[in-house]
């Protein structure tokens, strides 16, 4: 079975946070928006039809937890989780946690203003942040 190859924009737009045991776990680089990526560890997925039931299963398991992990770690009002795979063809999920006062609320955040990139300092603190709690839960198999 070929080797798992992250999407070269997926791994520009986001910042690796851990290895899930389906997914790999990164933070979207854009600080208005609270916003975590999965992207299974299977080769050549774009779909969700293409992963076994199994893989089905345990993508949204940890699509669930990934968005009680967020909300441990940021405030927010609603999470939003979707898939849409149109720029990207390699199956990605998005987990985006949305505020009333966020800069899109309550449209979508996709095509809506200029991505604002994370600090140095605010990266390296949500990433920290965000890989010990994920790290402290169990993560269903």
Known sequence: MPEFK??????????????????????????RFPWL????????????????????????????????LLKRCVPGDKLNIATLGNVVAQLHL?????RRDDAAWPAPVW??????????????????RLRNAAESMEWAV
């Open 6 to 31: 992250l999407d070269n924009r997926l791994a520009r737009d986001g910042h690796y946070i851990t290895d899930l045991p389906l997914c790999q776990l990164r933070l979207m680089d854009d600080a």
């Open 111 to 128: 095509g809506h203003g200029e991505a604002e990139p994370y600090t140095s300092v605010q990266q390296a603190d949500l990433g920290a």
């Open 37 to 68: 990526v999965l992207i299974p560890r299977r080769h050549g997925v774009s779909e969700v039809t293409e992963l076994s039931g199994r893989d089905q299963r345990q993508l949204w398991q940890e699509a669930t937890q990934a968005g009680e």
């Open 94 to 98: 998005h987990v985006i946690l949305r």
